[in-house]
Protein backbone atom coordinates (compact mmCIF):
# COMPACT_ATOMS: atom_id res chain seq x y z
CA UNK A 1 0.00 0.00 0.00
CA UNK A 2 2.94 2.25 1.06
CA UNK A 3 4.52 1.77 -2.42
CA UNK A 4 1.16 2.74 -3.93
CA UNK A 5 0.52 5.78 -2.04
CA UNK A 6 4.55 6.90 -3.41
CA UNK A 7 3.96 6.23 -6.77
CA UNK A 8 0.56 8.28 -6.57
CA UNK A 9 1.86 11.34 -4.80
CA UNK A 10 4.60 10.73 -7.85
CA UNK A 11 2.31 11.20 -10.60
CA UNK A 12 0.42 13.93 -8.95
CA UNK A 13 3.71 16.17 -9.40
CA UNK A 14 3.57 15.80 -12.66
CA UNK A 15 3.25 19.53 -13.91
CA UNK A 16 3.18 20.85 -10.36
CA UNK A 17 7.16 21.16 -10.38
CA UNK A 18 7.34 25.07 -9.24
CA UNK A 19 4.45 24.36 -6.33
CA UNK A 20 6.72 21.31 -5.01
CA UNK A 21 10.04 23.37 -5.54
CA UNK A 22 8.49 26.44 -3.47
CA UNK A 23 7.48 23.81 -0.40
CA UNK A 24 10.89 21.92 -0.64
CA UNK A 25 12.44 25.28 -0.40
CA UNK A 26 10.57 26.48 2.69
CA UNK A 27 10.28 22.69 4.20
CA UNK A 28 14.59 22.57 3.93
CA UNK A 29 14.78 26.71 5.27
CA UNK A 30 13.02 25.49 8.60
CA UNK A 31 15.07 22.21 9.55
CA UNK A 32 17.81 25.27 9.05
CA UNK A 33 16.61 27.77 10.86
CA UNK A 34 15.62 25.02 13.69
CA UNK A 35 19.57 23.86 13.71
CA UNK A 36 20.69 27.23 13.82
CA UNK A 37 18.26 28.00 17.06
CA UNK A 38 19.82 25.28 19.00
CA UNK A 39 23.31 26.37 18.07
CA UNK A 40 22.46 29.95 19.08
CA UNK A 41 20.82 28.45 22.51
CA UNK A 42 24.28 26.45 22.73
CA UNK A 43 26.73 29.49 22.81
CA UNK A 44 28.03 30.43 19.00
CA UNK A 45 27.60 33.35 17.17
CA UNK A 46 24.46 33.83 14.69
CA UNK A 47 27.05 33.19 11.92
CA UNK A 48 28.99 30.71 13.38
CA UNK A 49 25.78 28.65 14.10
CA UNK A 50 24.01 29.05 10.68
CA UNK A 51 27.53 27.82 8.96
CA UNK A 52 27.26 24.68 11.52
CA UNK A 53 23.72 24.38 10.77
CA UNK A 54 24.20 24.40 6.72
CA UNK A 55 27.19 21.81 7.75
CA UNK A 56 25.32 19.33 9.53
CA UNK A 57 22.03 19.66 6.81
CA UNK A 58 24.57 18.78 3.98
CA UNK A 59 25.09 20.44 0.76
CA UNK A 60 22.08 22.30 -0.21
CA UNK A 61 22.13 21.95 -3.80
CA UNK A 62 22.49 18.14 -3.12
CA UNK A 63 19.69 17.83 -0.37
CA UNK A 64 17.38 19.76 -3.09
CA UNK A 65 18.13 17.85 -5.68
CA UNK A 66 17.70 14.25 -4.32
CA UNK A 67 14.79 14.95 -1.84
CA UNK A 68 13.16 16.46 -4.93
CA UNK A 69 13.77 13.31 -6.85
CA UNK A 70 11.75 11.28 -3.93
CA UNK A 71 8.76 13.29 -4.74
CA UNK A 72 8.67 13.30 -8.40
CA UNK A 73 7.96 10.71 -11.40
CA UNK A 74 11.99 11.28 -12.40
CA UNK A 75 11.49 8.74 -15.30
CA UNK A 76 8.04 10.46 -16.86
CA UNK A 77 9.68 14.31 -16.14
CA UNK A 78 13.01 13.43 -18.06
CA UNK A 79 10.81 11.51 -20.50
CA UNK A 80 8.78 14.24 -21.37
CA UNK A 81 11.32 17.16 -21.16
CA UNK A 82 13.66 15.38 -23.88
CA UNK A 83 10.61 15.19 -26.26
CA UNK A 84 10.00 18.95 -26.18
CA UNK A 85 14.14 18.93 -26.66
CA UNK A 86 13.28 16.78 -29.63
CA UNK A 87 10.31 18.83 -30.54
CA UNK A 88 12.73 21.71 -30.41
CA UNK A 89 15.32 19.90 -32.38
CA UNK A 90 12.57 18.81 -35.36
CA UNK A 91 11.69 22.85 -35.68
CA UNK A 92 15.45 23.46 -36.58
CA UNK A 93 15.32 21.31 -39.64
CA UNK A 94 11.86 22.28 -41.14
CA UNK A 95 13.04 20.38 -44.37
CA UNK A 96 14.08 16.48 -43.40
CA UNK A 97 10.89 17.06 -40.56
CA UNK A 98 8.40 17.59 -43.64
CA UNK A 99 10.06 14.94 -45.74
CA UNK A 100 10.20 12.64 -42.93
CA UNK A 101 6.23 13.25 -41.58
CA UNK A 102 4.71 13.43 -44.89
CA UNK A 103 6.52 9.86 -45.65
CA UNK A 104 4.99 8.52 -42.60
CA UNK A 105 2.05 9.99 -43.04
CA UNK A 106 1.16 8.27 -46.38
CA UNK A 107 2.62 4.78 -45.89
CA UNK A 108 0.73 4.69 -42.87
CA UNK A 109 -1.94 5.69 -44.52
CA UNK A 110 -1.43 3.42 -47.54
CA UNK A 111 -0.85 0.63 -45.63
CA UNK A 112 -3.68 0.95 -43.18
CA UNK A 113 -6.40 1.21 -46.70
CA UNK A 114 -4.68 -2.06 -47.91
CA UNK A 115 -5.25 -3.62 -45.40
CA UNK A 116 -8.81 -2.56 -45.55
CA UNK A 117 -9.03 -4.25 -49.12
CA UNK A 118 -7.44 -7.35 -47.59
CA UNK A 119 -9.37 -7.52 -44.68
CA UNK A 120 -12.43 -6.83 -46.88
CA UNK A 121 -11.75 -9.48 -49.68
CA UNK A 122 -9.74 -12.03 -48.09
CA UNK A 123 -9.84 -12.40 -44.12
CA UNK A 124 -13.34 -11.20 -43.90
CA UNK A 125 -15.73 -14.12 -45.65
CA UNK A 126 -18.69 -13.12 -47.95
CA UNK A 127 -22.13 -13.41 -45.58
CA UNK A 128 -23.95 -15.50 -48.37
CA UNK A 129 -24.02 -19.37 -48.15
CA UNK A 130 -21.79 -21.45 -50.35
CA UNK A 131 -19.09 -18.23 -51.20
CA UNK A 132 -16.59 -20.18 -52.42
CA UNK A 133 -18.47 -21.00 -55.49
CA UNK A 134 -19.40 -17.23 -56.72
CA UNK A 135 -17.47 -15.50 -59.10
CA UNK A 136 -17.17 -12.03 -60.63
CA UNK A 137 -17.33 -12.28 -64.44
CA UNK A 138 -14.71 -9.50 -65.52
CA UNK A 139 -13.46 -9.62 -68.98
CA UNK A 140 -10.35 -8.14 -70.82
CA UNK A 141 -10.36 -6.53 -74.36
CA UNK A 142 -7.52 -4.03 -75.55
CA UNK A 143 -5.99 -4.17 -72.70
CA UNK A 144 -9.02 -2.53 -71.46
CA UNK A 145 -11.34 -4.23 -68.38
CA UNK A 146 -14.61 -4.99 -68.97
CA UNK A 147 -17.25 -5.77 -66.16
CA UNK A 148 -20.14 -7.42 -67.17
CA UNK A 149 -22.84 -6.76 -69.72
CA UNK A 150 -26.34 -7.80 -71.07
CA UNK A 151 -24.67 -9.64 -73.42
CA UNK A 152 -22.36 -11.51 -70.98
CA UNK A 153 -25.78 -12.05 -69.26
CA UNK A 154 -27.31 -13.22 -71.57
CA UNK A 155 -24.54 -15.53 -73.37
CA UNK A 156 -23.51 -17.23 -70.31
CA UNK A 157 -27.15 -18.00 -68.96
CA UNK A 158 -27.69 -19.88 -72.07
CA UNK A 159 -24.91 -21.40 -72.82
CA UNK A 160 -22.35 -22.02 -69.88
CA UNK A 161 -21.69 -25.69 -68.53
CA UNK A 162 -20.14 -24.57 -65.49
CA UNK A 163 -22.47 -22.09 -63.83
CA UNK A 164 -25.73 -22.86 -62.15
CA UNK A 165 -27.16 -19.47 -62.40
CA UNK A 166 -25.96 -16.38 -63.61
CA UNK A 167 -26.68 -13.00 -63.16
CA UNK A 168 -26.06 -8.89 -63.71
CA UNK A 169 -26.43 -5.88 -61.60
CA UNK A 170 -25.80 -2.08 -61.40
CA UNK A 171 -25.12 0.39 -58.44
CA UNK A 172 -26.33 3.49 -58.79
CA UNK A 173 -24.29 6.13 -56.64
CA UNK A 174 -26.78 8.93 -57.26
CA UNK A 175 -29.78 8.46 -55.38
CA UNK A 176 -33.31 7.72 -56.82
CA UNK A 177 -36.44 10.09 -55.34
CA UNK A 178 -39.13 7.69 -53.64
CA UNK A 179 -43.08 9.66 -53.72
CA UNK A 180 -45.92 7.69 -52.54
CA UNK A 181 -46.82 6.49 -49.06
CA UNK A 182 -45.60 9.14 -47.09
CA UNK A 183 -42.79 12.15 -47.57
CA UNK A 184 -40.90 12.47 -50.67
CA UNK A 185 -37.08 11.46 -50.30
CA UNK A 186 -34.10 10.29 -51.79
CA UNK A 187 -32.87 6.58 -51.23
CA UNK A 188 -30.04 4.39 -52.66
CA UNK A 189 -30.92 1.48 -54.80
CA UNK A 190 -29.70 -1.31 -57.01
CA UNK A 191 -31.05 -3.03 -60.05
CA UNK A 192 -30.43 -6.70 -60.67
CA UNK A 193 -31.88 -9.51 -62.87
CA UNK A 194 -34.11 -11.97 -61.40
CA UNK A 195 -31.26 -14.80 -60.56
CA UNK A 196 -28.78 -12.33 -58.00
CA UNK A 197 -31.03 -12.24 -55.32
CA UNK A 198 -31.12 -15.85 -55.06
CA UNK A 199 -27.56 -16.07 -55.44
CA UNK A 200 -26.93 -14.21 -52.69
CA UNK A 201 -29.17 -16.62 -50.26
CA UNK A 202 -31.50 -12.86 -49.89
CA UNK A 203 -34.95 -15.18 -48.80
CA UNK A 204 -37.28 -12.42 -47.78
CA UNK A 205 -39.17 -12.06 -44.47
CA UNK A 206 -42.19 -11.03 -46.25
CA UNK A 207 -43.52 -11.19 -50.31
CA UNK A 208 -41.52 -12.94 -52.82
CA UNK A 209 -37.99 -12.32 -54.06
CA UNK A 210 -37.69 -11.45 -58.09
CA UNK A 211 -39.11 -13.86 -60.91
CA UNK A 212 -38.10 -14.06 -64.29
CA UNK A 213 -40.90 -12.63 -65.65
CA UNK A 214 -40.20 -9.25 -63.67
CA UNK A 215 -37.04 -8.34 -65.37
CA UNK A 216 -38.71 -8.95 -68.97
CA UNK A 217 -39.39 -6.08 -71.10
CA UNK A 218 -42.62 -4.75 -70.77
CA UNK A 219 -43.17 -6.43 -66.96
CA UNK A 220 -45.45 -4.72 -64.75
CA UNK A 221 -42.95 -2.67 -62.43
CA UNK A 222 -41.95 -3.92 -58.97
CA UNK A 223 -39.60 -3.55 -56.43
CA UNK A 224 -37.81 -5.47 -53.28
CA UNK A 225 -36.82 -3.35 -50.60
CA UNK A 226 -34.80 -3.47 -47.30
CA UNK A 227 -35.40 -4.45 -43.52
CA UNK A 228 -34.65 -0.90 -42.47
CA UNK A 229 -36.57 0.75 -45.31
CA UNK A 230 -39.40 -0.97 -44.44
CA UNK A 231 -39.13 0.00 -40.97
CA UNK A 232 -38.51 3.26 -41.23
CA UNK A 233 -40.85 4.01 -43.66
CA UNK A 234 -43.66 1.87 -43.12
CA UNK A 235 -43.28 1.35 -39.51
CA UNK A 236 -43.61 -2.37 -39.29
CA UNK A 237 -47.11 -2.37 -41.17
CA UNK A 238 -46.70 -5.10 -44.28
CA UNK A 239 -46.13 -2.70 -47.22
CA UNK A 240 -46.66 -6.34 -49.60
CA UNK A 241 -48.86 -5.06 -52.32
CA UNK A 242 -47.91 -1.15 -51.78
CA UNK A 243 -46.89 1.61 -54.15
CA UNK A 244 -44.14 3.41 -54.08
CA UNK A 245 -43.31 5.92 -56.96
CA UNK A 246 -39.14 5.47 -57.62
CA UNK A 247 -38.14 8.50 -60.32
CA UNK A 248 -41.55 8.91 -61.80
CA UNK A 249 -42.81 5.09 -61.89
CA UNK A 250 -45.18 3.65 -59.79
CA UNK A 251 -43.79 0.42 -58.34
CA UNK A 252 -45.71 -2.34 -56.05
CA UNK A 253 -43.66 -3.51 -53.53
CA UNK A 254 -43.27 -7.27 -53.53
CA UNK A 255 -41.07 -8.33 -50.82
CA UNK A 256 -38.74 -7.24 -48.10
CA UNK A 257 -35.43 -8.28 -47.35
CA UNK A 258 -33.78 -9.57 -44.07
CA UNK A 259 -32.95 -7.40 -41.67
CA UNK A 260 -29.32 -9.04 -41.97
CA UNK A 261 -28.73 -9.04 -45.93
CA UNK A 262 -26.56 -6.66 -47.38
CA UNK A 263 -25.91 -6.55 -50.94
CA UNK A 264 -21.78 -6.60 -51.15
CA UNK A 265 -20.85 -3.36 -49.35
CA UNK A 266 -23.17 -1.16 -51.39
CA UNK A 267 -25.89 0.34 -49.59
CA UNK A 268 -29.61 0.28 -50.81
CA UNK A 269 -32.50 0.53 -49.74
CA UNK A 270 -34.48 -0.56 -52.97
CA UNK A 271 -34.05 -3.12 -55.34
CA UNK A 272 -35.16 -2.70 -58.58
CA UNK A 273 -35.47 -5.43 -61.29
CA UNK A 274 -33.25 -4.76 -64.27
CA UNK A 275 -35.08 -5.07 -67.79
CA UNK A 276 -33.26 -6.42 -70.48
CA UNK A 277 -33.28 -6.44 -74.19
CA UNK A 278 -31.63 -8.99 -76.10
CA UNK A 279 -31.62 -7.75 -79.54
CA UNK A 280 -29.65 -4.82 -78.16
CA UNK A 281 -27.11 -6.17 -75.58
CA UNK A 282 -23.66 -5.91 -76.74
CA UNK A 283 -20.95 -7.23 -75.61
CA UNK A 284 -18.62 -4.03 -75.62
CA UNK A 285 -21.29 -2.47 -73.05
CA UNK A 286 -19.94 -2.59 -69.93
CA UNK A 287 -23.06 -1.94 -67.92
CA UNK A 288 -23.33 -3.67 -65.05
CA UNK A 289 -21.32 -6.47 -62.89
CA UNK A 290 -21.58 -9.79 -63.83
CA UNK A 291 -22.04 -12.78 -60.68
CA UNK A 292 -22.14 -16.36 -61.59
CA UNK A 293 -22.48 -19.21 -59.58
CA UNK A 294 -20.36 -22.53 -59.91
CA UNK A 295 -22.47 -26.48 -60.59
CA UNK A 296 -20.93 -27.94 -57.22
CA UNK A 297 -17.62 -29.26 -58.14
CA UNK A 298 -16.53 -27.18 -60.94
CA UNK A 299 -13.79 -25.09 -60.10
CA UNK A 300 -12.45 -22.01 -61.65
CA UNK A 301 -9.89 -23.29 -64.11
CA UNK A 302 -12.75 -25.37 -65.59
CA UNK A 303 -15.32 -22.17 -65.72
CA UNK A 304 -12.30 -20.09 -67.06
CA UNK A 305 -12.03 -22.93 -70.05
CA UNK A 306 -15.58 -23.06 -70.39
CA UNK A 307 -16.04 -19.26 -70.93
CA UNK A 308 -13.01 -19.73 -73.54
CA UNK A 309 -15.46 -21.88 -75.22
CA UNK A 310 -18.26 -19.71 -75.47
CA UNK A 311 -16.44 -16.36 -76.32
CA UNK A 312 -16.64 -16.73 -79.93
CA UNK A 313 -20.56 -16.88 -79.34
CA UNK A 314 -20.21 -13.31 -77.77
CA UNK A 315 -19.01 -12.06 -80.70
CA UNK A 316 -15.83 -10.59 -78.67
CA UNK A 317 -12.19 -10.14 -80.12
CA UNK A 318 -9.69 -12.17 -77.79
CA UNK A 319 -10.31 -11.12 -74.56
CA UNK A 320 -8.57 -12.99 -72.03
CA UNK A 321 -8.50 -13.66 -68.13
CA UNK A 322 -12.78 -14.31 -68.92
CA UNK A 323 -13.62 -14.97 -64.89
CA UNK A 324 -12.03 -14.50 -61.63
CA UNK A 325 -13.37 -15.29 -58.29
CA UNK A 326 -15.12 -12.50 -55.78
CA UNK A 327 -11.58 -12.81 -53.55
CA UNK A 328 -8.38 -11.27 -54.74
CA UNK A 329 -4.99 -10.41 -53.41
CA UNK A 330 -3.88 -6.95 -51.71
CA UNK A 331 0.11 -5.42 -51.87
CA UNK A 332 -0.41 -4.41 -47.90
CA UNK A 333 2.99 -6.40 -46.63
CA UNK A 334 4.85 -4.34 -49.56
CA UNK A 335 3.57 -1.11 -48.17
CA UNK A 336 3.91 -2.06 -44.83
CA UNK A 337 7.55 -3.27 -45.71
CA UNK A 338 8.42 0.08 -48.06
CA UNK A 339 7.07 2.28 -44.39
CA UNK A 340 9.63 0.57 -42.14
CA UNK A 341 11.82 1.05 -44.81
CA UNK A 342 11.81 4.91 -45.26
CA UNK A 343 11.71 5.66 -41.69
CA UNK A 344 14.54 3.65 -40.89
CA UNK A 345 16.74 5.38 -43.46
CA UNK A 346 15.36 9.03 -42.25
CA UNK A 347 16.43 8.04 -38.81
CA UNK A 348 20.04 6.49 -40.04
CA UNK A 349 20.09 9.99 -42.23
CA UNK A 350 19.46 12.45 -39.41
CA UNK A 351 21.97 10.66 -36.78
CA UNK A 352 24.55 10.63 -39.85
CA UNK A 353 23.76 14.63 -40.19
CA UNK A 354 24.99 15.24 -36.34
CA UNK A 355 27.83 12.70 -35.73
CA UNK A 356 29.94 15.54 -34.90
CA UNK A 357 27.82 16.92 -32.13
CA UNK A 358 27.45 13.40 -31.04
CA UNK A 359 30.98 12.90 -30.70
CA UNK A 360 31.41 16.04 -28.81
CA UNK A 361 29.00 14.92 -26.35
CA UNK A 362 30.49 11.67 -25.96
CA UNK A 363 33.74 13.21 -25.36
CA UNK A 364 32.51 15.65 -23.17
CA UNK A 365 31.25 12.51 -20.95
CA UNK A 366 28.00 12.20 -21.94
CA UNK A 367 27.39 7.90 -21.96
CA UNK A 368 26.19 6.54 -25.07
CA UNK A 369 22.77 5.66 -23.34
CA UNK A 370 21.76 9.14 -23.09
CA UNK A 371 23.19 9.99 -26.48
CA UNK A 372 21.14 7.07 -27.96
CA UNK A 373 17.94 8.26 -25.38
CA UNK A 374 17.63 11.52 -27.03
CA UNK A 375 17.82 10.54 -30.85
CA UNK A 376 15.57 7.86 -29.82
CA UNK A 377 12.93 10.14 -28.28
CA UNK A 378 13.82 12.38 -31.18
CA UNK A 379 12.43 9.52 -33.60
CA UNK A 380 9.36 9.25 -31.39
CA UNK A 381 8.47 12.51 -31.90
CA UNK A 382 8.65 12.10 -35.92
CA UNK A 383 6.59 9.00 -35.34
CA UNK A 384 3.96 10.68 -33.52
CA UNK A 385 3.39 13.60 -35.55
CA UNK A 386 3.21 10.71 -38.60
CA UNK A 387 0.86 9.35 -37.27
CA UNK A 388 -1.19 11.93 -36.17
CA UNK A 389 -0.79 13.03 -40.17
CA UNK A 390 -1.59 9.08 -41.34
CA UNK A 391 -4.70 9.10 -39.35
CA UNK A 392 -7.08 11.42 -42.07
CA UNK A 393 -4.59 10.27 -44.59
CA UNK A 394 -5.46 6.56 -43.75
CA UNK A 395 -9.31 7.76 -43.63
CA UNK A 396 -9.54 9.16 -47.05
CA UNK A 397 -7.14 6.43 -49.33
CA UNK A 398 -9.15 3.91 -47.19
CA UNK A 399 -12.24 5.17 -48.81
CA UNK A 400 -11.39 5.91 -51.63
CA UNK A 401 -9.53 2.05 -52.20
CA UNK A 402 -12.66 0.27 -50.56
CA UNK A 403 -15.53 1.70 -51.93
CA UNK A 404 -14.51 3.29 -55.12
CA UNK A 405 -11.82 0.45 -56.46
CA UNK A 406 -12.64 -2.85 -54.44
CA UNK A 407 -16.22 -2.26 -53.18
CA UNK A 408 -15.62 -3.52 -49.95
CA UNK A 409 -16.56 -2.17 -46.47
CA UNK A 410 -13.95 0.10 -44.51
CA UNK A 411 -12.65 -1.21 -41.51
CA UNK A 412 -14.75 -0.19 -38.49
CA UNK A 413 -13.60 2.92 -36.56
CA UNK A 414 -12.35 1.43 -33.52
CA UNK A 415 -10.10 -1.16 -35.71
CA UNK A 416 -9.11 1.61 -38.05
CA UNK A 417 -7.99 2.93 -35.29
CA UNK A 418 -6.31 0.00 -33.83
CA UNK A 419 -4.33 -0.67 -37.50
CA UNK A 420 -2.55 3.01 -37.59
CA UNK A 421 -1.82 2.63 -34.28
CA UNK A 422 -0.08 -0.23 -34.48
CA UNK A 423 1.79 0.93 -37.71
CA UNK A 424 2.90 4.05 -35.65
CA UNK A 425 3.99 1.06 -32.91
CA UNK A 426 5.76 -0.71 -35.97
CA UNK A 427 7.62 2.49 -37.40
CA UNK A 428 8.70 3.77 -33.61
CA UNK A 429 10.68 0.26 -33.47
CA UNK A 430 12.23 1.06 -36.82
CA UNK A 431 13.04 4.64 -35.60
CA UNK A 432 14.52 2.75 -32.30
CA UNK A 433 16.91 0.34 -33.64
CA UNK A 434 17.97 2.89 -36.61
CA UNK A 435 19.09 5.38 -33.85
CA UNK A 436 20.53 2.71 -31.60
CA UNK A 437 22.63 1.83 -34.06
CA UNK A 438 23.24 4.58 -35.95
CA UNK A 439 24.29 7.08 -32.73
CA UNK A 440 26.51 3.70 -31.39
CA UNK A 441 29.94 5.82 -32.12
CA UNK A 442 33.53 6.21 -31.00
CA UNK A 443 34.57 9.52 -29.96
CA UNK A 444 37.65 9.99 -30.51
CA UNK A 445 37.06 8.47 -34.15
CA UNK A 446 33.90 10.46 -35.12
CA UNK A 447 36.11 13.75 -33.92
CA UNK A 448 39.06 12.85 -36.06
CA UNK A 449 37.09 12.39 -38.81
CA UNK A 450 37.22 8.97 -39.41
CA UNK A 451 34.23 7.06 -40.54
Known amino acids: MRRLIEAWQRLRSIGRRGELDAGLDDEIRFHIDQQTERYLRAGLTPDEARRQAQIRFGGLDRTVESTRDQFRAVAIEDFLRDLRHGARALLRAPGFTTV???????????????FSVVNGVLLRPLPYPDQERLVELVHRYEGDRLLGSPAVYFGYRDHSRTFDAVGLWDWDSSPVTVTG???????RSVEVTHDVLGMLGATPVLGRSFRSDDDVPGAAPTAVISHAYWQRRFGGASPIGQTLVVNGIAREIVGVLPESFRFFDYPADIVLPMPLVRAEAGFLQGDGRGLARLKPGVTLEQANADVQRMLPLLNAEDPDIPARSLRTTSAGGLALFLELVGIYGLVSYAVAQRRREIGIRLALGAGHGAVRRLFVRNALVLVAAGVGLGLPAAAVLTRLMTSQLFGVSPLDPAMHLGVVLLLGVAAGLAAYVAARRASSLDPVEVLKGVE
Open 181 to 187: GGEPESV
Open 100 to 114: ATLTLALGIGATTAM
